[in-house]
């Protein structure tokens, strides 16, 4: 069975540019999840999806992101404009269950995003 | 205060030793608690859940102490393979899990 899936691996682009990032999760989890990890920091929580709901999105730290999951399917996460602070590596999780003890979340390998 | 502090790293240890790492966290709401280990340039990935009651995983025991909002993790007879960065992970009273900055450990021969 295929994992989270994240694409692209990389990317660099130019301040000001326009970057989306796509998350394909495990195939029947509802739970779509994205992470962010800025350099010497910890790992951040982005926002959460319920299908194609927003059930969280606390963790978005401006409104130059934009995610969707359109179908409950697949989520994108869009950085407009992208700024130097932005660079990090972007993490997507996804899980069958959520609120619940014991509640797996599996990673995505991540994108790893550089703003020059 | 951060929402989960851990160790600073890194720990250096000898194949065979037994290590242990130490985690706080803030929110009294928080319910589940969770070790990830993240291997270089990978994605973290699920160790062990930690249970109220303690529970162990074979060289790996991992304890919850609500009172003092304190986690812990035991490796015993540490593997060069243990070599990773072990994350302790919360699961507040919202949906989000909170990550720790991760504690490094370095296993050698």
Known sequence: ?116 | RKEVEQDPGPFNVPEGATVAFNCTYSNSASQSFFWYRQDCRKEPKLLMSVYSSGNEDGRFTAQLNRASQYISLLIRDSKLSDSATYLCVVLGAGTALIFGKGTTLSVSS
């Open chain 1, 1 to 116: 069975e295929a994992g989270v899936t994240q694409f692209p691996s990389h990317s660099v682009i130019e301040k000001g540019q326009t970057v989306t990032l796509r998350c394909d999760p495990i195939s029947g989890h509802d739970n779509l999840y994205w992470y962010r990890r800025v350099m010497g920091k910890e790992i951040k929580f982005l926002l959460h999806f319920v299908k194609e709901s927003k059930q969280d999105e606390s963790g978005m730290p401006n409104n130059r992101f934009l995610a969707e999951r359109t179908g409950g399917t697949y989520s994108t996460l869009k950085v407009q404009p992208a700024e130097l602070e932005d660079s990090g590596v972007y993490f997507c999780a996804s899980s069958q269950d959520w609120g619940r003890l014991n509640t797996e979340a599996f990673f995505g390998q991540g994108t790893r995003l550089t703003v020059v």
